[in-house]
């Protein structure tokens, strides 16, 4: 079965600080993976697309890596602001069926 | 970039009524669209891949008969919430597959049920 994991569950981390964000998922053959932002009642904000063949993809104080043989992807948030406040969920496409499975996803709360 | 709607996007309705939620990509042609829910405090789950012109693919556990998808046209999905309950209420996100577009999905807004 294909499953997707995020760790942790909840962070909450003083303005300033740099953090990273894990996602684990238990088969290889990935389409691709991407990471959201979900603030609370709202949709979903894509943050980053990585593609099966890149390893990262970069958008300003966001930074997600990519490693399929060891099926995981970290998302690392530069300077984090109270602004980056929100649930963050990783989803991973996988190869054939091009559906995403979601992860668990991680509640981040900046504080000022 | 490419943008999906979903119409509504709040809906309060009675138990028992039915509900139709859509979901149109507005700038590119979608053969595979898939919903998805999701439950309070919770990640979303795939309910069922939509494909156009044949029938829905649901996921195990998902009941065909109360979640009723049709996709009529290649810009448009629809998905039917028959005699809705209060355990229906959920978030429902749909997401469009633009198969000229490196088969890069986008999701919709989202369209929160509150069944009473």
């Known amino acids: 079965k294909q499953e997707v994991t995020q760790i942790p569950a909840a962070l909450s981390v003083p303005e300033g600080e740099n953090l990273v964000l894990n996602c684990s998922f238990t088969?290889?053959?990935?389409?691709?993976l991407q990471w959201f932002r979900q603030d609370p009642g709202k949709g979903l904000t894509s943050l980053l697309l990585i593609q099966s063949s890149q390893r990262e993809q970069t958008s300003g104080r966001l930074n997600a890596s990519l490693d399929k043989s060891s099926g995981r992807s970290t998302l690392y948030i530069a300077a984090s602001q109270p602004g980056d406040s929100a649930t963050y969920l990783c989803?991973?496409?996988?190869?054939?069926?091009?559906?995403?499975?979601f992860g668990t996803g991680t509640r981040l709360k900046v504080l000022a | 970039g490419a943008v999906v709607s979903q119409h509504p996007s709040r809906v309060i309705c009675k138990s028992g009524t039915s509900v139709k939620i859509e979901c149109r990509s507005l700038d590119f042609q979608a053969t595979t669209m898939f919903w998805y829910r999701q439950f309070p405090k919770k990640s979303l789950m795939l309910m069922a891949t939509s494909n156009e012109g044949s029938k829905a693919t649901y996921e195990q556990g998902v009941e065909k008969d109360k979640f009723l998808i049709n996709h009529a046209s290649l810009t448009l999905s629809t998905l039917t919430v028959t005699s809705a309950h209060p355990e229906d209420s959920s978030f429902y996100i749909c997401s469009a597959r633009d198969e000229a577009g490196l088969n890069t999905q986008y999701f919709g807004p989202g369209t929160r049920l509150t069944v009473l």
């Open positions: 088969d290889s053959a990935i389409y691709n």
């Open positions: 989803a991973v496409s996988f190869t054939g069926t091009y559906k995403y499975i």
